[in-house]
């Protein structure tokens, strides 16, 4: 089992940055690769950005040159940093790791979400 927990969202103005951060707990040596997702009001979730135990990076494109994510400096953790916010950027962010493990096989975690909110 793994747990995630998003901390780092809150209310920007928009042009503003802000970090996102996701502590992996529990058996994080089954995981290979945590993506962040938003989910937009009125819209599907969907994958923002992503990165591989081989620190391979993906991005959408709406969000290419604004956000990086990279492992952080506290054990276990992943960053989202987001730069030059839109408030087209306002949505619930969420932690989803993937793993795989030899008991439990193939299996992906999400943490609880964290809303992000940038004011014109």
């Known amino acids: 089992q793994v747990q995630l927990v998003e901390s780092g969202g809150g209310l920007v103005q928009s042009g503003g940055s802000l970090r996102l951060s996701c502590a992996a707990s529990?058996?994080?040596?089954?995981?290979?690769?945590i993506n962040w997702y938003r989910q937009r009001p009125g819209k599907q979730r969907e994958l923002v950005a992503a990165?591989?135990?081989?620190?391979?990076?993906n991005y959408e494109d709406s969000v290419k040159g604004r956000f990086t994510i990279s492992k952080g400096n506290a054990k276990n953790t992943v960053v989202l940093q987001m730069n030059s916010l839109k408030q087209e950027d306002t949505a619930v962010y969420y932690c989803?790791?993937?793993?795989?493990?030899?008991?439990?096989?193939?299996?992906?975690?999400w943490g609880q979400g964290t809303q992000v909110t940038v004011s014109s």
């Open positions: 989803n790791a993937l793993s795989y493990g030899s008991y439990d096989g193939a299996r992906d975690y």
């Open positions: 529990g058996s994080v040596f089954t995981i290979y690769a």
């Open positions: 990165i591989n135990l081989n620190g391979t990076t």
